[in-house]
């Protein structure tokens, strides 16, 4: 499993291949954490400058091209509408600017110390794949759950068969001596009121999904939730079910910074961020995908981007790992996960067949998502404590784990609380404790002072 022979018939280790994953597992290795921004630009030249500056952030980085939204959903002909009339589109239209361009976009930026991942949120992902193979990439993320039940209304079904093909492709890389990494985003399933539990089943699934068809460079996701105790439980629990599960595979977890609604002041901004960045240093997570103050307003700058970078890098670098449950202890979100994906498992060995079963029968079933292949018996709250809990389990299998459920009504008002629980929390918060002096980048300006150097508009988050 550790080897392959590529058409040059010498065989080449996983390391000798090197690539994404293995970037950040040295980087691990050697003491640090890898943080990544979400930015994406229609402009090439705009890119690049994005890419340049993300490389030279003070921090251990990797590169991101996040695609537009014509992109995401196929609609090849309103982009050519929208770059013909020279309008800015909300990422990089990768299949549009074709690979000839995106490789002179790359050129002399993207390199072993320097890695890029293509991020999209699309259902229907063969042109993407497609492109970022002939432009020479080999790092994306996705799957056919994550990336088809928020975003729209393509079949689940459809997505399945989709991300088994896109995934068996993109694992011929392997056949020519590259390792392609596929990031899995089911731990961010809508971004907020999913109890951790299900987002630690559906990462640990897709990521399952991808081994089934050949990927064995894999990163399993987690989004910073409603509170830091629950959020280690669940990433304590990811690791143990990657560990227990893929045992052949190179596999690390990405934490995604708080992906609901956003605090509104930069201080409140600064730190949530804060607090996912000391979440990823005290999980072992090796690598974090940042946010930044506008998130609440509109797009980020690319200088805005590469602060919130800087000051995640500094406030891990000041922060200490934590010691997780043992092997043998059974936190509480580790035996919910573990049921759900055990049911899930069970239910076909075909591991595609067995995640569409699995939301035809509720055993997965994500509150609040209106999905029409998704039951929707399920609800969440957050409890005086600020921890996710069940409130309706609908039927997922876990009425002899799950104690204590309390049914109730969700008014919209209800609703728009929850939903605002962490932005109210966080603006409303005392200062950080870290000294915003002691945070500065290679220009020397403080990271919460930084002036945009970038329209604003000009990427995605």
Request: aromatic letters at 8%; glycine letters at 10%.
């Amino acid at each position: 499993m550790n080897e392959i022979v590529p058409s040059s018939g010498r065989a080449v280790s996983r390391r000798e291949r090197g690539g994404f994953g293995d970037f950040v597992l040295r980087t691990h290795a050697s003491g640090g954490l890898v943080v990544q921004p979400r930015m994406g630009f229609s402009d090439p030249d705009e890119m690049r400058t994005g890419l340049i500056a993300t490389k030279e952030a003070s921090a251990t980085t990797v590169g991101t091209l996040t695609l537009d939204s014509y992109t995401r959903v196929g609609d090849r002909e309103a982009a050519r509408r929208a770059l013909r009339a020279g309008l800015r589109l909300n990422g990089y239209p990768i299949v549009e600017h074709g690979a000839e361009l995106t490789r002179l976009v790359l050129n002399g930026v993207r390199g072993p110390g320097f890695p890029v991942q293509v991020r999209h949120g699309s259902a229907t992902p063969l042109n993407i794949f497609a492109s970022l193979i002939e432009a020479g990439l080999d790092a994306t993320e996705g799957g056919p759950v994550s990336y088809c039940l928020p975003y729209g209304r393509v079949p689940l079904a459809e997505s399945v068969r989709n991300w088994a093909r896109c995934s068996e492709i993109f694992a011929r890389l392997r056949e020519t001596g590259r390792e392609p990494h596929l990031e899995t985003f089911g731990g961010c399933m809508l971004g907020q009121l999913c109890p951790p539990s299900q987002l630690v089943a559906i990462s640990v699934l897709e990521a399952l999904f991808f081994y089934r068809y050949g990927l064995r460079s894999l990163s399993a996701s987690y989004a910073q939730q409603t509170d830091p105790a629950q959020d280690r439980e669940a990433i304590f629990a990811l690791r143990r079910l990657c560990a227990e599960l893929l045992p052949e595979a190179d596999w690390h977890v990405v934490v995604y910074a708080y992906m609901g609604v956003y605090p509104t002041t930069p201080e409140g901004s600064y730190k949530l961020l804060a607090r996912a960045a000391e979440l990823a240093v005290a999980t072992h997570s090796e690598r974090l995908i940042v946010k930044t103050v506008a998130e609440a307003h509109r797009i980020p700058t690319v200088a805005e981007n590469v602060a919130a970078l800087e000051y995640a890098a500094a406030v891990a670098a000041m922060a200490r790992p934590a010691r997780g449950p043992s092997l043998t202890e059974d936190t509480q979100t580790y035996v919910e996960a573990r049921t759900l994906v055990n049911a899930v498992l069970n239910l076909d060995p075909d591991i595609g067949r067995a995640l569409l079963r699995a939301f035809q029968h509720g055993y997965l079933d994500i509150p609040y998502c209106v999905h029409p292949d998704n039951r929707g018996q399920t609800r969440s709250y957050i409890d005086g404590d600020g921890w996710l809990r069940w409130a309706e389990i609908g039927s997922l299998p876990l009425s002899h784990v799950v104690k204590g459920t309390q049914p109730r009504a969700m008014t919209s008002a209800g609703l728009l609380d929850a939903l605002s629980y962490v932005q109210r929390k966080f603006d409303g918060a005392a200062p950080s404790a870290i000294r915003r002096n002691d945070l500065r980048g290679k220009s020397g300006h403080m990271m919460l002072a930084r002036s945009p150097a970038v329209n604003p508009g000009s990427g995605v988050s």
